[in-house]
C-alpha cells in the first residue's frame, strides 16, 4: 500500500494510525492490553514456535533453542552495514569451532540473548544510557545457561569471540575492522587471545568459514553443531 501524497484526502486507518498524515497530529501510543488469558502483552514478543515472550523480564520457561536459532539465523551482524550478510548464528558456529571441546557449548551460546534483545555493536551497549540493555542482556545469558546446563563461562570463548572479530575484520567487514584498527597478525592482538593462539588453546577456523552462509544453512549448522556437542536432538523450525 501507498502512502497518501501530499494534499490527499485518503486518509487509510492505517496512515492515521501511525500519524503518517502531515496535517494531523501523531496518534498517542496504544495502550498495553490483555491476552486471552489475562496475562499482559504489553513489551512482549511472539516466536516462532508461538511462545509469549517478555525480552526485558527472562524466564527459564521461555527458552528456546529453536526459536534461538531461528532468530540467530535471521539477524546479520554489525546492525547489516557489512557488505555481505553474516547472521549471528554463523558467527555463533565459528566460535564453537574455534574452542576446546569443554568450552564449545558456551561457545556455540554465547550470543543466544540477541535472540530476545537483538544484535547490538559494543560501542552502543557501553553507553549509560543502555545500561537497562545490559542488565537485560546479563540476566539473559544467566538464564540460558541454567536452560543447557552450561557452567561457567570459560574465559577461552571470550578470547575466541575476539579472534572471530578479528577474523571478520579481514574477510567479512574489512572496512570496519580497518577503521577500527583491529589487528591483522597475531603479534598486534591482546595477550589473552594471542597467547591462547600460540599455545594451541585457540584454533583459527579456515577462511571459508567466513562465506556468508544463508539463514536457512546457518539455522541447520547451528542446531546440527548443538546436537553434537551436547547430545540433545532438536527439531528444526521449518523456514517460512
Known amino acids: 500500500m501507498s502512502p497518501p501524497t501530499k494534499g490527499s484526502k485518503d486518509r487509510t486507518p492505517l496512515w492515521d494510525a501511525i500519524g503518517i498524515v502531515r496535517d494531523r497530529a501523531p496518534a498517542s501510543p496504544v495502550p498495553w492490553t490483555r491476552g486471552a488469558a489475562g496475562d499482559d502483552v504489553g513489551g512482549s514478543i511472539i516466536t516462532v514456535t508461538g511462545r509469549r515472550v517478555w525480552p526485558l523480564r527472562p524466564s527459564e520457561g521461555d527458552v528456546s533453542l529453536e526459536d534461538i536459532a531461528h532468530a540467530l539465523s535471521k539477524t546479520d551482524r554489525y ?18 569451532s574455534m ?49 543447557f546446563s ?33 589487528p591483522t ?39 546440527e553443531a548443538h546436537e553434537w556437542i551436547t547430545g540433545e536432538r532438536v527439531v528444526e523450525v521449518q523456514d517460512a
Not at 547489516?80 to 564453537?96: D, I, L
Not at 563461562?153 to 574489512?174: H, K, M, S, T
Open 79 to 96: 546492525m547489516g552495514h557489512a557488505p555481505v550478510f553474516f547472521s549471528v548464528a554463523q558467527h555463533a558456529v565459528v566460535v564453537a
Open 99 to 147: 574452542v576446546p571441546p569443554a568450552a564449545r557449548a558456551w561457545a556455540l551460546h554465547h550470543d543466544d540473548s540477541e535472540a530476545y534483545l537483538r544484535d547490538l555493536p559494543a560501542p552502543l551497549k557501553a553507553l549509560p544510557e543502555l545500561a537497562f540493555y545490559m542488565q537485560a542482556e546479563q540476566e539473559w545469558m544467566a538464564t540460558i545457561g541454567r536452560r
Open 150 to 182: 552450561l557452567g561457567p563461562f570459560p574465559e577461552v570463548v571470550a578470547a575466541a569471540d575476539r579472534l572471530a572479530l578479528y577474523c571478520e575484520g579481514q574477510w567479512v567487514f574489512p572496512v570496519c575492522g580497518e577503521r577500527d584498527g583491529w
Open 185 to 223: 597478525s597475531y603479534n598486534d592482538m591482546p595477550p589473552f587471545v594471542r597467547d591462547r593462539v600460540l599455545s594451541g588453546a585457540l584454533s583459527v577456523p579456515p577462511r571459508a568459514w567466513f562465506d556468508s552462509w544463508t539463514p536457512a544453512m546457518a539455522r541447520a549448522m547451528y542446531l
